[in-house]
């Protein structure tokens, strides 16, 4: 399943049309012992997010720290090949989030299938607030070596800061207010 997931590169920047607005001030707790201790350089307008970067038989992943209904933080991926962001299906057990009754045709390198939608009240991450309130629960398998993956942070959320920086080097990932 490691193989469906595509990270991006290192220190990118990939600018998008206007949307949420970060506060200067707002960053989330780490996830991980090595985060606690990186570098932290943001100017103002950004909010810098703790990562943690994983590389495992050759391959790498980054995880996110997103709160989902005010519980958490989570593990997710960073996935910005990934056109909707999603939660698994043991999250969505878990929190008990509800089906929305709808259905999601759901693509990736191992090929398609449909997975239902369910409904998420608020979720964030460094502290700003995500705009999908239904999100596809799929099936994202074991835990890759790194704990539960608990969804996908997408390109369908990331477009909506003006800005988004992957430092792999301090596993910072810096969203950029949109103005």
């Known amino acids: 399943m490691i193989g469906l997931l595509a990270v991006t590169a290192a220190d990118c920047e990939v600018s998008g049309p206007p949307g949420a607005r970060p506060s200067d001030t707002a960053t989330e707790s780490p996830t991980s012992k090595s985060a606690k201790s ?7 307008g950004e909010v810098s997010v703790p990562v943690e970067v994983i590389t495992t038989q050759g391959e790498t992943m980054v995880l996110v720290p997103v709160r989902v209904n005010g519980r958490g933080p989570y593990d997710f991926v960073l996935d910005t090949g990934a056109s909707s962001s999603t939660v698994s299906r043991s999250l969505m057990r878990r929190l008990r989030l509800p089906r929305t009754g709808s259905t999601a045709h759901v693509r990736g390198v191992t090929g398609a299938t449909v997975v239902p939608m369910v409904t ?35 390109s369908d959320e990331l477009r909506r800061f003006g800005a988004v920086r992957l430092d792999y080097k301090n596993e910072r990932l810096v969203l950029r207010d949109a103005r």
Do not use: I, N
């Open 38 to 44: 990186k570098k932290r350089t943001t100017k103002p």
């Open 120 to 154: 998420v009240e608020r979720w964030t991450v460094g502290g700003q607030r995500l705009h999908g309130d239904s999100l596809p629960a799929v099936d994202l398998g074991g835990d890759f070596g790194a704990g539960q993956v608990s969804g996908l942070l997408g």
